[in-house]
């Protein structure tokens, strides 16, 4: 146990995602020993996050305003959401700059064994961006695994009767990997999504 | 000293995220009960094996036990092989994956102890998984099922066809959870909720494996039984499972 403000640190660092006793200790004692105004930086970006950082009111991105940059954007189909669990999913397709929709953030996925149901996600306000009709595409970017699954089936069931494509991402070989290596789920579904040569 | 290396099939229960690419995989296995272990960097994509260690899959493990003695008491996944990838079919059925979840919280809750070996337990709950992934039975039937019959290996064993206070036989409707089944007039408590004559029969039925039975209830004496085995359930686990709230009834 340290000296009073030093001990809050770490226990503060410590109950980051991720930070173990020992990195919160190191974490502490490197901000002690850095320049002042580094240490400010950090300060202010914290505090700014919290106070300027927000969830956009249209697709649950953060944004800074009322909406998020891609909700603003008059470019951008609005004919296709695609959906996402968390909003680094956003990021993570935005770099490919394949996609040109709109997206949809859950925030989560259902998991019953932590406590997590459909009504603890974003879904219903979901429903309500397909009833007017303008969406015609839904493509559900849910994560490949267990959880993510069933949340995609589960979206899919509920927008069933809707006149609506339902598309989920493909799943499959990672590029530059070596076919023996994969494991046969992945490589399974690689078999069920093969495409024609055209 | 000797490798520390081991090998044994297990259920994954349940996957935790670590770090940036990790998981902690709570494992229900066949010989060493239940144990858990991290699995690295399965979260990337290009992981090896991420996709076999998924909740409900059934897999063949070689697993690393130098952990325990760095003081972390996780074991670390070094191969993983599919037996049965049963994930698969159950996350593709909404009603099937809530009432897995439920069969795995509930294994997972009545192994107390760690690498307590419980050889039953973990065959039932293979049973159960295959069940539901092969849609054989109403999911909720299957779950009610494993719930009974995992609660009887661990000594809860509901008694239905005579008083649970006094012995005497009979089809006594009287169901307290506190004495453990059905009581007779004399030892019913005041409130003690009656239950119908059809609904103990389908928990008998779901007890002993009488699936045509089982099967052919109605869908108000299937609802009943699920009220009274959830509420047995949670008596005896005496915190309540998060996912049974959950489960998809029709």
Known sequence: ????????????????????????????????????????????????????????????????????????????????????????????????????????????????????????????????????????????????????????????????EMDLKVTRLASGLPVGGDLEYADEVTLGRAFEGRRAYS | MGVPLYRDDAIVLRTQKLGEADRIVTLLTRRHGRVRAVAKGVRRTGSKFGARVEPFMHVDLQLHTSAVESGSGLDIVTQAETLAPYGETIAADYGRYTAGTAVLETAERLTAEEREPSLRLFLLTVGALRSLADGEHVPTLALDAFILRALAISGYEPVLDSCARCDQPGAHRAFVVAAGGVVCAEHRPPGAPIVATETLRLMSALMSGDWPSADAAEPKTQREASGVIAAYLQWHLERGLRSLRLVERS
Do not use: W
Not at chain 1, 23 to 39: E, N
């Open chain 1, 1 to 160: 146990m340290y000296e009073g403000p030093v001990q809050d640190l770490i226990d503060e660092l410590g109950r980051l995602p991720g930070v173990g006793p020992k990195s919160a200790q190191r974490i502490a004692f490197h901000l002690l020993a850095a320049d002042p105004a580094d240490v400010r930086r950090l300060v202010t970006a914290l505090t700014e996050v919290k106070d300027k950082v927000r969830f956009c009111t249209i697709c649950g991105n953060v944004a800074e305003e009322e909406q998020c940059r891609v909700c603003r954007d008059p470019r951008r189909d609005l004919a296709v959401i695609c959906v996402v669990e968390e909003p680094k999913d956003v990021v993570a397709i935005e770099r490919t700059r394949e996609f040109r929709g709109r997206y949809h953030v859950l925030g989560g996925a259902i998991s019953p064994i932590e406590g997590v149901g459909p009504d603890d996600l974003r879904i219903r306000e979901l429903m309500t961006r397909l009833a007017d009709g303008t969406v015609t595409e839904l493509i559900l970017a849910t994560d490949p695994n267990l959880e993510g699954e069933a949340t995609a089936t589960y979206i899919a069931r509920l927008v069933k």
